[in-house]
């Protein structure tokens, strides 16, 4: 079983109800769940997890929510190679390409196809697709392909 944790920012509606669908569209049979608020999240929350799902917005001219700062910051010196990252925004580019940014240096599988613009009208089965995407990739790293 695989483990995948579920971080967003900022609490409260509606990025903690879109966090909440991507957490349950996961299959229950393959992973187990955490979901976080990023405010709450620390680094051995993303070290424990296989999967690791970052959603943000942003606030103001900050392109993520500043709930995310600390967890960024400390992201600068982790190894996350083995990982699959999966990036969902209910806003535009320039939240999914600041996230992106921030996991660069961090060795974790970030292919064009894991960033996802989603919102309250996403449909399940778009969610269940995306994810049966990440998941896909996180089984050939596991087998090492």
């Known amino acids: 079983m695989f483990r995948a944790a579920v971080i967003y920012a900022p609490a409260g509606q509606p990025m903690q109800s879109l966090a909440e669908r991507v957490a349950a569209a996961l299959d229950r049979r393959r992973f187990a769940v955490t979901l976080k608020p990023a405010a ?24 993520v929510h500043p709930d995310f700062a600390e967890l960024l910051r400390a992201l600068a010196g982790i190894n996350l190679a083995g990982r699959v990252a999966g990036l969902f925004t209910p806003a535009g580019e320039a939240t999914l390409r600041a996230l992106k940014r921030a996991l660069k ?22 969610l269940a697709r995306w994810l049966g995407l990440l998941a896909g990739q996180l089984e050939s790293a596991a087998h090492g392909r």
């Open 40 to 63: 709450q999240a620390a680094i051995p929350d993303l070290s424990a997890s296989d999967l690791l799902l970052l959603g943000a917005a942003p606030k103001g001219k900050a392109a």
């Open 105 to 126: 240096d961090t060795d974790i599988r970030l292919e064009p196809e894991n960033l996802l613009q989603a919102d309250e009208s996403q449909g399940s089965k778009e």
